[in-house]
C-alpha cells in the first residue's frame, strides 16, 4: 500500500496561525506537519484500505522526518511506514522473512496478509499535484486520487480504466448519525485509533532535521516563497518502490540519523508507546 503526497506550501501558509508549523506551542502538543495536517488524509486511508483498523493490528511505525522550511518546527517533507502485526496468515512466509519486506499486497485469496502502508509526503515539491493511494499486487494496481475522487486501475498488461467516484460527505453521515442512530457511522471513533498511533510515533520521533541549504531552491519572494527540494519528486518515488526511509533509498539530503521506530506497547504495560532509533526494524529489510 502506497500513500504518495507532493504539495507546495509557502511562508505564508507556515504563517497564517501561531500554531502552524509547530509541534508545540505553550507547552503543549501541536502535532502540525505533513503528514498529520494537510496530506494527513492519505495516511489514514492507506489505513483503511490496508485493513489496519486497530492499535493492535500495528506492529511498528518506522519515519523519517525533515523540514526544507527554515522557520518551523514541524515536518514538510516525511516518510512513514506502519508496519501491520504479522497473523496466521503469514505463517507461510516463514520466520525468518520480515513482515514489511515487500509494501505490495500479492493476490493470495483468503491467505493474504495485511500490506504495509508506505507513505511518501512532501509540501516542498516544484509542482503541486493530486495526491494518491496505490494498491500494488501481481493483478495489477489501484490508484485513488482521493481529492480528484478518481480511481485508475491498470491490469497487468497495461490497460488502464478509469472511474469517477461520488463523494459521502462525511459531516452529511455524521448528521445522520445524530438525527438516526440506526444510521452506521462511515468512521467511527475507534476507527481513528491507528491514525491516532501515527501522529503519536510522529510526535515522539525526534524533532524534524533541517535539510541543509545547498539542497533547497527557494522560489518567489517575501511570504510567497516556497522551497523545492532537489531531486524530491524521484526521492518520493524511490521511497515508495522499495519501501525504505529517504536515506536509504538514495536521497542525497538524507541522513540516517533522523530515522526512528515506535512500537505499540503490549497489553501489560501501562505506557502509550516506546521509540527507538530505527535501524532495528529496518536494516535487514533496507540495507545491501
Known amino acids: 500500500m502506497r500513500v504518495h503526497g507532493a ?102 485469496g483468503a491467505s493474504r496478509p495485511r500490506p504495509a502502508v508506505v507513505c511518501a509526503l512532501t509540501t516542498t515539491a516544484p509542482v503541486q499535484g493530486a495526491p494518491w493511494i496505490e494498491v500494488v499486487g501481481t493483478g495489477g494496481a489501484a490508484r485513488l486520487s482521493y481529492t480528484e475522487d478518481l480511481l485508475r486501475r491498470t491490469a497487468p498488461d497495461g ?62 519572494e517575501g511570504e510567497a516563497a516556497r522551497p523545492v527540494v532537489d531531486g524530491i519528486e524521484e526521492a518520493l518515488t524511490a521511497a515508495l518502490e522499495t519501501g525504505a526511509p529517504f536515506s536509504r533509498s538514495g536521497a542525497t539530503w538524507a541522513h540516517e540519523d533522523a530515522i526512528a521506530t515506535w512500537r505499540p506497547e503490549t497489553a501489560t504495560t501501562t505506557t502509550t508507546g516506546s521509540r527507538a532509533d530505527g535501524r532495528d526494524a529496518l536494516d535487514e529489510e533496507t540495507r545491501s
Open 7 to 108: 504539495w507546495s506550501r509557502d511562508r505564508a501558509y507556515y504563517r497564517r496561525s501561531p500554531w502552524a508549523g509547530r509541534r508545540r506551542l505553550d507547552g503543549r502538543r501541536v502535532a502540525d506537519g505533513v503528514a498529520t495536517n494537510p496530506l494527513a488524509h492519505g495516511v489514514h486511508a492507506g489505513l483503511v484500505v490496508a485493513g489496519i483498523d486497530r492499535l493492535e493490528d500495528i506492529a511498528a511505525v518506522t519515519t523519517e522526518l525533515r523540514r526544507a522550511h527554515d522557520d518551523i518546527e514541524a515536518d514538510d517533507t516525511a516518510f512513514v511506514r506502519i508496519d501491520p502485526v504479522r497473523g496466521a496468515a503469514d505463517a507461510d512466509l516463514g520466520e525468518d522473512t520480515p513482515s514489511h519486506a515487500d509494501p505490495t499486497c500479492e493476490d493470495t
Open 159 to 220: 490497460t488502464v480504466t478509469e472511474t469517477q467516484h461520488e463523494r459521502t460527505d462525511l459531516v452529511e453521515n455524521l448528521l445522520a448519525h445524530v438525527r438516526d442512530p440506526e444510521v452506521p457511522l462511515l468512521c467511527p471513533l475507534a476507527a481513528t485509533a491507528p491514525f491516532s498511533a501515527v501522529l503519536e510515533a510522529i510526535q515522539t520521533a525526534p524533532d524534524p532535521a533541517p535539510i541543509a541549504p545547498e539542497h533547497v531552491t527557494w522560489l518567489g
